[in-house]
T-cell receptor
Framework: DAGVIQSPRHEVTEMGQEVTLRCKPISGHDYLFWYRQTMMRGLELLIYFNNNVPIDDSGMPEDRFSAKMPNASFSTLKIQPSEPRDSAVYFC??????????????FGEGSRLTVL | AQSVTQLDSHVSVSEGTPVLLRCNYS??????LFWYVQHPNKGLQLLLK??????LVKGINGFEAEFKKSETSFHLTKPSAHMSDAAEYFCVVSGAINAGNMLTFGGGTRLMVKP
């Protein structure tokens, strides 16, 4: 399997622009997670889905952030409008049921976002 | 609720010397505990896991961790550091099934290995 695939790997944009990050989970996985990593705040869970349904979005910073999972093989994280403080590495991870026991989250390589 | 504290944000060792990365946890339930590793510009990868079986667990690349309930600790060790071990390491605790976000990540420890 190719693993979790994220795109783009790097994105540089200007404040106010819309940013869309994409994720393809591992086939057969029924959980999908979006994390954000910064030096100041470490790794933060933004939202997670189970069988394409958002379960907990309490980590989404504000209404500028939205996430969708239209089908089992694709998810997006959108920021509109973007701000410099959104600069971070955004990770997507997928897993099977029971990840809370096995600890097995499979992470993509991340999308590094820079907002100027 | 559960929480995890990694006691050192940075650890520096010389190649060939032992590694100790410290982790303390708090949980209202019998936790499962994990260590993840993140190499530069890469995603996180599961290194090892404790799930209430043997208290000493072995992971990849020679790493081990010991679950000590009395000390609420799950420290990560390796007898001899290699240059390729330079990375960031995260201690993770899981809670009960009905605890919402069930994996809680520590703040990370950056391991530097000197030649």
């Amino acid at each position: 399997d190719a693993g979790v695939i994220q795109s783009p790997r790097h994105e540089v944009t200007e404040m106010g622009q819309e940013v869309t990050l994409r994720c393809k989970p591992i086939s057969g996985h029924d959980y999908l997670f979006w994390y954000r990593q910064t030096m100041m705040r470490g790794l933060e869970l933004l939202i997670y889905f189970n069988n394409n349904v958002p379960i907990d979005d309490s980590g989404m910073p504000e209404d500028r952030f939205s996430a969708k999972m239209p089908n089992a093989s694709f998810s997006t994280l959108k920021i509109q409008p973007s701000e410099p403080r959104d600069s971070a590495v955004y990770f997507c991870a997928s897993s099977l049921k029971g990840y809370y026991y096995t600890g097995e989250l499979f992470f993509g390589e991340g999308s590094r976002l820079t907002v100027l | 609720a559960q929480s995890v504290t990694q006691l050192d944000s940075h650890v520096s060792v010389s190649e060939g010397t032992p590694v100790l990365l410290r982790c303390n946890y708090s949980s209202s339930y019998s936790p499962s505990l994990f260590w993840y590793v993140q190499h530069p510009n890469k995603g996180l990868q599961l290194l090892l896991k404790y799930t209430s079986a043997a208290t000493l667990v072995k992971g990849i690349n020679g790493f081990e961790a010991e679950f000590k309930k009395s000390e609420t600790s799950f420290h990560l060790t390796k007898p001899s550091a290699h240059m390729s071990d330079a990375a960031e390491y995260f201690c993770v605790v899981s809670g009960a099934i009905n605890a919402g976000n069930m994996l809680t990540f520590g703040g990370g420890t950056r391991l530097m290995v000197k030649p």
